[in-house]
């Protein structure tokens, strides 16, 4: 099992500039998100999805697109890059259910600087 | 409004030390509560998982405390070693959801 993979590790993207971070996970998880992390807060969820076919908005959503057409896969794509997005990127699996240990794993990261 | 609060920010211990990580939240209803070591670049990965039901949880070295009432959870790392040097996220679900309430991490530094 590769676990949860993600390309690519590093980008430099100018302003306005539009990219998709890949995501792909071999151990058949419902559940897939995307996060980001930037220093001295907490991981943000930006979308998610239960499934495929199905995704949601999650806390800060805005400038990112998803879409789930297989288990395995879930591409984040930036529209039109901002230095605001300038931010280290994670993307997590997991199986679904309340009340099991729904353990999440994480993807190395994407470390993404917008000039 | 759901929160998670962790100290200290960050701490510097001697190897062969042990320690104690603290995370305070405010999420309800509860669901679980993780323990999470980011290291240097890396992704997060799970330490432990912990119900309400439960109130110690061990990982090796690792062990996990929660109580619910108080809404307390601390990680203790026993004789730390070099490889403890990481980030430590404590993570909260609520019930009847499948998001999760990151903490800002504590940043263990352990020198030789």
């Known amino acids: 099992n590769a676990g949860v993979t993600q390309t690519p590790k590093f980008q430099v993207l100018k302003t306005g500039q539009s990219m998709t971070l890949q995501c792909a996970q071999d151990?058949?998880?419902?559940?897939m998100s995307w996060y980001r992390q930037d220093p001295g807060m907490g991981l943000r969820l930006i979308h998610y999805?239960?499934?495929?076919?199905?995704?949601d908005q999650g806390e800060v959503p805005n400038g990112y697109n998803v879409s789930r057409s297989t288990t395995e896969d879930f591409p984040l794509r930036l529209l039109s890059a901002a230095p605001s997005q300038t931010s280290v990127y994670f993307c997590?699996?997991?199986?679904?259910?309340?009340?099991?240990?729904?353990?999440?794993?994480f993807g190395p990261g994407t470390r993404l600087t917008v000039l | 409004k759901n929160q998670v609060e962790q100290s200290p920010q960050s701490l510097i211990i001697l190897e062969g030390k042990n320690c104690t990580l603290q995370?305070?939240?405010?999420?309800?209803?509860?669901?679980?509560l993780r323990w999470y070591k980011q290291d240097t670049g890396r992704g997060p990965v799970s330490l432990t998982i912990?119900?309400?039901?439960?109130n110690t949880k061990s990982n090796g070295r690792y062990t996990a405390t929660l109580d619910a009432d108080t809404k307390q959870s601390s990680l203790h790392i026993t004789a730390s070693q070099l490889s403890d040097s990481a980030s430590y996220i404590c993570?909260?679900?609520?019930?009847?959801?499948?998001?999760?309430?990151f903490g800002t991490g504590t940043r263990l530094q352990v020198f030789p």
């Open positions: 997590a699996s997991n199986r679904l259910g309340q009340g099991t240990y729904n353990e999440q794993f």
């Open positions: 151990m058949n998880h419902e559940y």
């Open positions: 999805s239960v499934g495929a076919g199905i995704t």
């Open positions: 995370c305070n939240y405010t999420v309800s209803p509860f669901s679980n």
């Open positions: 912990m119900t309400f039901s439960e």
């Open positions: 993570v909260v679900s609520a019930l009847n959801t499948d998001k999760l309430i």
